[in-house]
T-cell receptor
């Protein structure tokens, strides 16, 4: 089954304790992206990746890191989480990067709800 | 600054009604506009629009883009309770870097029996 898998789905942590949210897709997609969704603010892009070893900042990259060492995986790293990073996080992937024009259909993971105390 | 604005932010209708959701945008180097439906969890793709005036249709849903006036509409006819969801509009622009997808805040649609 074609899917984007995120882990953990739910996490409560404390300020300053490094954490990683993993994202894996089994569709051989080139493009992957991370978003956070907050009430009243909608979905905001954190980082995206056009392909292996190619990453770029989205609209709200501060406090986050990513890596794209393999095509299927795109982990989101919070080196020193703070309460303002409490949010619902979505990973998404697409067959071609959107600028390629063939498809803009993003496949989203089920979301990871993170609480930082 | 690139931005995408959706209206209304929320809407309550009764089954059988027709609704129109709006999405306006101001972006540098527009590439495409996308609509997604978000129920309880992850957004799911509805449409991608790149050309003005060409309607995309899927069942009771349809959408069209106006690149001159910088907006798109999503129409839902004969609404059903299953249409209740948040509808998200997103625009891909290359003002900064390619691949930056900007979402609006969404329209929350509630369809009552």
């Amino acid at each position: 089954e074609a899917q984007v898998t995120q882990n953990p789905r739910y996490l409560i942590t404390v300020t300053g304790k490094k954490l990683t949210v993993t994202c894996s897709q089994n569709m051989n997609h080139e493009y992957m992206s991370w978003y956070r969704q907050d009430p009243g603010l909608g979905l905001r892009q954190i980082y995206y990746s056009m392909n292996v070893e190619v990453t770029d900042k989205g609209d709200v990259p501060e406090g986050y890191k990513v890596s794209r060492k393999e095509k299927r995986n795109f982990p989101l790293i919070l080196e020193s989480p703070s309460p303002n990073q409490t949010s619902l996080y979505f990973c998404a992937s697409s067959l071609r990067h959107l600028a390629g024009g063939n498809t803009g259909e993003l496949f989203f993971g089920e979301g990871s709800r993170l609480t930082v105390l | 600054e690139d931005k995408v604005v959706q209206s209304p932010l929320s809407l309550v209708v009764h089954e059988g009604d027709t609704v129109t959701l709006n999405c306006s945008y101001e972006v540098t180097n527009f590439r495409s506009l996308l609509w997604y439906k978000q129920e309880k969890k992850a957004p799911t793709f509805l449409f991608m629009l790149t050309s003005s005036g060409i309607e995309k249709k899927s069942g009771r849903l349809s959408s069209i883009l106006d690149k001159k006036e910088l907006f798109s509409i999503l129409n839902i006819t004969a609404t059903q309770t299953g249409d209740s969801a948040i509808y998200l509009c997103a625009v891909e622009a290359s003002g900064g870097s390619q691949g930056n997808l900007i979402f609006g805040k969404g329209t929350k649609l509630s369809v009552k029996p």
